[in-house]
């Protein structure tokens, strides 16, 4: 038994707990069948149900406090209204816009995303995939593929659940795809470079299972060999895009090439922050010893020192374009798009420079 000072000592002890009403009450209070209120507050329904009707099941709704069970009337319809968003690393700040721009998209239909991270990691992706599946989303859009995953994401679009790629995609998947004109930019990076005198460059490269990080690579290697200029190629590449990968991956460079190369490439803008910090641990500092431009131009990339030209990746506006692309697949799926890219843009700030002695 409860002592008076346990009861005292909360607010909410001793009070009734308010019970959600029934269908069938409301159907009661309105004076109509269950199955017209069932109707009257589905909007898929309610053009069923006259317009009076419609009006009067609402109000006695909103007077009892009634909440339809909206889990049930989806799986009902086949559909829950969510759409799974598997990210490689929320820590990685590319993917909050696009998570918003995700959410933004869906918002317009109804929808909710479910955003799930695999922290890069090739097995815990498989099993967000399966966890997703099994709650039934309508819809499943990741970023977080790498080229061993091809196969379990083919699976789920091989088995009717709409798989949008972004960002990262699969070649010869035949999945809808937005990603970025990463060859492109890779291009870009080299010219800004080239055309500043930079005559030895080098890139500090993401995983080479990942596809926007071979994209870019292979821009940028195309362009300096074009120009007749030298890339010093270095032996590691990093294991994930992370600053500490970045700062290994100069260090690395910084005991194996002499003279060091003026111009440097960091296929993300987390790789150009660790490499920033090993080249101010020996006192090299950016652009008076090298120039280095980094990659998606996250918010950070104006306020590092000193401020970093990147490539421009529009995490937003991918998410917003993946989001619209997963609503085209699950209402209209032999009309929706295959496949939409991104521009890269150059943004030239103070971390690129000429060469020393230019």
Not at 154 to 173: K, N, Q, W
Not at 285 to 302: E, Q, R, T
Request: hydrophobic share 40%; aromatic share 4%.
């Amino acid at each position: 038994m409860a002592r008076p000072a346990d009861r005292a000592g909360h607010p909410d002890r001793g009070r009734a707990i308010k019970r959600t009403p029934t269908l069938q009450e409301v159907a009661e209070a309105a004076q109509v069948h269950v199955s017209t209120v069932s109707r009257a507050l589905d909007p898929a329904k309610a053009s069923l149900v006259s317009e009076a009707t419609r009006a009067r099941v609402v109000q006695v709704a909103e007077e009892l406090g009634y909440r339809p069970h909206l889990i049930a009337s989806q799986l009902r319809r086949g559909q829950t209204q969510t759409v799974g968003v598997v990210v490689p690393d929320l820590g990685n700040p590319l993917y909050a816009p696009f998570v918003r721009g995700v959410a933004h998209a869906l918002d317009d239909h109804g929808y909710l995303p479910l955003v799930a991270d695999t922290q890069d990691d090739h097995d815990r992706f498989r099993r967000t995939l399966r966890h997703l599946s099994s709650r039934r989303v309508d819809a499943i859009i990741t970023t977080a593929a790498r080229t061993a995953d091809h196969d379990a994401v083919r699976d789920l679009a091989d088995h009717g659940l709409p798989v949008v790629l972004a960002v990262r995609t699969l070649p010869g998947s035949g999945l809808p795809t937005v990603d970025h004109d990463d060859t492109g930019g890779g291009t870009l990076a080299a010219r800004h470079l080239l055309d500043l005198g930079h005559r030895r460059l080098v890139q500090l490269k993401g995983p080479a299972d990942v596809t926007p990080f071979k994209h870019r690579g292979r821009g940028f290697s195309a362009a300096v060999a074009a120009s007749g200029c030298e890339e010093v190629e270095l032996s590691t590449t990093a294991t994930h895009p992370t600053v500490d990968e970045g700062r290994r991956l100069m260090e690395a460079l910084l005991a194996a090439a002499a003279p060091l190369p003026t111009g440097i490439f960091a296929q993300n803008d987390l790789l150009a922050l660790g490499a920033l910090e090993a080249l101010r641990a020996v006192d090299l500092w950016c652009p008076a010893d090298v120039s280095m431009v980094g990659y998606n131009d996250n918010f950070y990339a104006s306020h590092t020192r000193p401020a970093m030209t990147a490539i421009r990746l529009p995490g937003y506006d991918i998410g917003l374009l993946a989001g619209a692309m997963a609503m085209e697949h699950i209402r209209t799926p032999d009309d929706a798009a295959t496949s939409v890219s991104t521009a890269p843009v150059l943004l030239v700030r103070e971390s690129t420079g000429p060469p020393p002695g230019r």
